[in-house]
């Protein structure tokens, strides 16, 4: 399978592979792999090959595009509201270690927060770096497709999760998206904000799509498009 691995920094780097993009960060005591990507099955071979720190895997949300190689690992961290996505809705396996809004993990000298944001998924959430100044957003955040159909998904509180992001707006300086371009700026959110709020008033006109052997809706907004229910 075709994939890039591109350095950001001296401890973390980026995987491309067609569709969509997940990560790995380094402390001085172990490494975090965020998402196992999609068609890839060698996700943990990647990081492993890039860090001589011992490795742990995090997922954003289930979906599958995210959690391609999640049977690579023994166990990993996901928020427990997205258990339903990940084992009943994509069918997938393994054990996890919850992870809760506002919870610290701790790379050694390097310091994630948890920050829960459903709407696009239940448990879906962003990993924020403080002192890299920098967010990893998930699908949250990003200026491609955003999926708003099926029944994981819910508009209002996907509204409500980027208010709630608008709130660390002085701890991050840019965006690392799993879509679409790479970084995006902080200023996306309210502008993504106020485009899901005029989707949900009904001011945005959709046109009819299908996507996965499903009619849906697009709805294109300037910055990104929100797929809806048809």
């Not at 994939?3 to 172990?30: C, K, M, N, S």
């Not at 890839?40 to 490795?55: D, Q, S, Y």
């Not at 190689?69 to 396996?93: D, I, L, R, V, W």
């Not at 709630?164 to 679409?180: C, I, M, N, Q, T």
Request: hydrophobic letters at 40%.
């Amino acid at each position: 399978m075709d994939y890039q691995v591109i350095q950001i920094d001296r401890h973390t780097w980026r995987i491309e592979e067609p569709g969509v993009r997940f990560f790995l960060l380094e402390g001085a005591e172990r490494a975090l792999l965020i998402d196992s990507g999609m068609q890839v099955r060698n996700a943990r071979e990647i990081a492993e090959g890039l860090t001589a720190l011992p490795v742990s895997l995090l997922v954003t949300h289930g979906d599958r595009d995210h959690v391609g190689s999640n049977e690579e690992f023994p166990m990993f961290y996901m928020h427990p509201a997205e258990a339903s996505n990940y084992y009943n809705t994509q069918g997938k396996t393994g054990e996890f270690l919850p992870v809760w809004d506002g919870e610290t993990l701790d790379l050694g000298g390097r310091s994630l927060e948890i920050i829960a944001l459903p709407g696009h998924t239940p448990g879906s959430i962003a990993v924020l770096d403080r002192n890299a100044r920098i967010l990893i957003g998930g699908d949250l955040v990003q200026d491609g497709q955003i999926f708003m159909f099926g029944v994981q998904r819910e508009m209002h509180a996907y509204i409500h999760s980027l208010a709630k992001l608008e709130g660390y707006r002085g701890a991050f300086d840019w965006v690392y998206p799993s879509h679409g371009s790479f970084p995006v700026s902080p200023d996306l959110i309210p502008t993504l904000r106020e485009a899901a709020e005029k989707v949900l008033r009904g001011e945005v006109p959709g046109t009819e799509s299908e996507m996965h052997g499903r009619k849906i809706m697009r709805y294109d907004v300037g910055v990104a498009a929100f797929l809806g229910e048809a």
